[in-house]
């Protein structure tokens, strides 16, 4: 299971509008119906993506030419809030994006995304009105996430980012994906679980 | 110093730190659904590994059921989704509660029914609901689909610690007052982002002397405030419910669990990380205005008015929900048309809410132009509901009387809005989109508000709607 360690992640950015934006627009639940997970990109923001009674594109930033290949998502206030599903930072991975910058994220969904290494950061909403502005001026502007020194540059714009330590470091060393040393523990797993009455 | 139940289960339950510093933390009980589980367990077949501790993980479906004909799926994706964890429990060896067991339910039902949810164990399920499990003085957890691998594999997840605000509310709630008021008053006071890094323990004479049921509606809502987890700690009321039940400890066993519970109960003089006091008398019956839980107001007041507010902020907030709510700023929420009612969820699906709404609703008619559907949170709560009459009650009323499962508080079944359509809901999420069309609104209260709604054809006043029962409950 070798994963390789993320340090930093560039590319163009789509800012998208508004606060608390949950897990139920990221992925309307009807799209769920899934045994896997494979095929979830498309419907990704779709009821915000598509009119919900004419069914046409609407005016969305992800539906803008200008955007067009962008990886990543710039976001306001407590991002991913709502259900756990992981559909939803996997629908985002799946679109493409790499990266998500926000003024702030819903715990689970930070959790989820750290787990898929889709790296997010946070900063003041100053930094982030100033990045979507920057982003909306200029759609081919490359932005670029350094998780080494937390920075986030943007042409004439750099500020730093916060992301809790243990997903920093996390991603810094590849460990993102905990599965192996969670499976390398067997013998203290099992004396934990001897110690349990209700489990033993 | 003493220590708070958080801290007593996270201890027992600490395996090691993992490189990251992150706890690998052992889950006692892991409950499993149809909808986030089937990658999972792809997963873990790609990994080429079992599930550790089989036997220590239940399933039942829920999510996608039909309730009105349980078994027969029209969507060929539900009826995959169905079979694949019927499959995924067979070849694994996990403990399964299916349709015919008599026992499938909402998940957050069904554990607490068959004593799987115990004092002092930690819980996790690939639901975000997973807090209600919490009212039994467990620390349980919502998890995504690859934490679900994890646990399925080593039977452990990598988890951060979190900090513990005590809410405690004293004092005894007024008439026409229940749980999901409680719940939704907290959730107004803190924000829906109040909790996010902490667990709540939910504490004070309120608390103490609600019954299992409430205290699990209390704890079910912990996540719309933003924790990740909230409990109450275990006392009589949570042994007596206990006491019986298919998985719980039986004989000397059961003398031995209760001690053992009671020992993970916060100590006197357990220190937290933040306390909140809140008086019983000052909840009010509330409803929710917008498209976030945090939007609720009582029903006495009007919807808020966003030229009065001067926060540019707060106003783009109330402006945006209001044009989703299709609501006029500034005026009583007080005699808005319905044109949905639902009972049910895991938050107020349980047989106490068809209960209580059943002695209001006796007599009544749902208003003509008001679909109305009441939807028992198991098969258990729907057989002893159809024993003590209370479908026919319902159905007397002019509401569809359904078979279990999640319903219309989310839309991953039949079960939707259609279009615009506004509807009075026992659930625990008022999000755009959530009942199932992108345009459809929510307006959260509970049971007995959405049974008073459901009558008047309007969001009303259980109070005055039900007045004559009320005051001989009263009296
Ligand atoms: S009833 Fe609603 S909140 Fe509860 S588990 Fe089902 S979908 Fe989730």
Not at chain 1, 128 to 144: E, F, G, M, R, T
Not at chain 2, 109 to 119: A, F, K, L, R, Y
Not at chain 2, 201 to 227: K, L, P, Q, W
Not at chain 2, 270 to 277: E, G, H, K, Q, Y
């Amino acid at each position: 299971m070798a994963i390789e360690p993320i340090t930093q992640v560039s590319g163009t950015a789509v800012p998208i509008p508004g606060a608390d934006i949950d897990t139920d627009r990221i992925i309307p639940a009807r799209f769920m119906k899934c045994v896997t997970f494979d095929g979830l990109g498309e419907y990704a923001f779709y009821d915000v993506r598509f009119d919900p009674v004419s069914g046409e594109k609407t005016q969305h930033p992800l539906n803008d030419e200008n955007f067009k290949g962008a990886s990543i998502l710039v976001a306001g206030i407590n991002f991913g809030c709502g259900s756990s599903r992981e559909h939803a930072p996997q629908s985002l991975s799946k679109y493409g994006f790499t990266a998500i910058i926000a003024e702030s994220f819903a715990e689970i969904f930070y959790g989820n995304s750290t787990t898929l290494g889709l790296p997010c950061v946070s900063s003041s909403q100053q930094n982030i009105d100033a990045l979507k502005a920057a982003c909306s001026a200029d759609p081919s502007l490359q932005v670029k996430i350094n998780l080494e020194d937390m920075t986030v540059t943007a042409g004439a714009l750099s500020f730093s980012v916060e992301m809790p330590d243990s997903a920093r470091h996390a991603l810094l060393s590849g460990k993102y994906d905990p599965i192996k040393e969670l499976m390398d523990n067997q013998d203290k797993i099992e004396a934990t679980a001897a110690s349990l009455s209700y489990v033993s | 110093m003493g220590k708070t139940l958080y801290q007593k289960v996270w201890d027992a339950h600490r395996v090691g730190t993992l490189s990251d510093g992150r706890t690998q933390l052992f889950i006692g009980t892991h409950l499993i659904h149809e909808v986030t589980s089937p990658q999972a367990f792809g997963m873990l077949r790609d990994l080429g590994v079992g599930v550790k501790y089989p036997a220590r993980t239940f399933a039942t479906i829920d999510h996608i059921v039909p309730t009105e004909n349980q078994d027969q799926p029209a969507d060929p994706l539900a009826a995959e989704m169905i079979d694949a964890i019927r499959k995924n429990c067979d070849d694994f060896g996990v403990t399964y509660f299916d349709l015919k067991s008599g026992k499938q339910g909402i998940v957050h039902i069904v554990g607490p029914e068959q004593g799987i949810t115990q004092p002092g164990s930690t819980i996790a399920c690939g639901d975000s609901h997973t807090a209600t499990h919490g009212a039994f003085g467990a620390i349980a957890f919502g998890i995504g689909t690859t934490q679900v691998r994890d646990v399925l594999a080593t039977q452990t997840m990598a988890m951060e610690s979190l900090k513990v605000r005590k809410i405690e509310v004293n004092g005894k709630l007024r008439p026409g007052v229940y749980a999901k008021d409680v719940t939704l008053h907290i959730i107004r006071l803190l924000g829906a982002k109040g909790g996010i890094g902490y667990a709540y323990e939910y504490a004070g004479s309120t608390f103490d002397h609600f019954t299992m049921e409430e205290r699990m509606t209390v704890c079910n809502m912990a996540i719309e405030g933003g924790a990740r987890c909230g409990y109450v700690n275990p006392d009589q009321t949570t042994f007596d419910f206990l006491k019986g039940r298919p998985y719980a400890p039986t004989g000397e066993a059961w003398e031995a669990a209760v001690a053992e519970w009671k020992s993970f109960a916060s100590d006197p003089d357990a220190v937290f990380d933040d306390v909140v006091t809140i008086n019983a008398e000052d909840i009010q019956p509330s409803v929710t205005w917008g498209i976030s839980p945090d939007h609720g107001i009582t029903i006495g007041e009007d919807i808020p008015n966003p030229a009065t507010t001067k926060d540019t902020e707060e106003k783009a907030v109330i402006e945006e929900a209001l044009a989703y709510m299709k609501l006029p700023a500034g005026t009583p929420i007080k005699g808005i048309p319905i044109d949905v009612a639902f009972i049910g969820s895991c938050t107020n699906g349980r047989l106490s809410d068809f209960r209580e709404t059943a002695k209001f609703l006796k007599g009544k008619k749902v208003a003509s132009h008001v679909k109305a559907i009441a939807v028992p949170g198991s098969q258990i709560t729907a057989i002893q509901c159809e024993k003590e009459g209370i479908d026919k009650i319902f159905e007397e009323a002019g509401f569809e009387w359904r078979a279990a499962g999640c319903s219309m508080c989310l839309a991953m079944n039949p079960d939707k809005l259609v279009g615009d359509q506004i509807c009075a809901s026992s659930s625990n999420r008022n999000f755009k989109g959530r009942q199932g069309s992108p345009i459809g609104r929510t307006v959260l209260m509970s049971p007995v508000m959405v049974a008073a709604a459901a009558v008047e054809g309007k969001i009303a006043d259980a109070r005055e709607t039900f007045s004559e029962t009320f005051q001989s409950v009263v009296a």
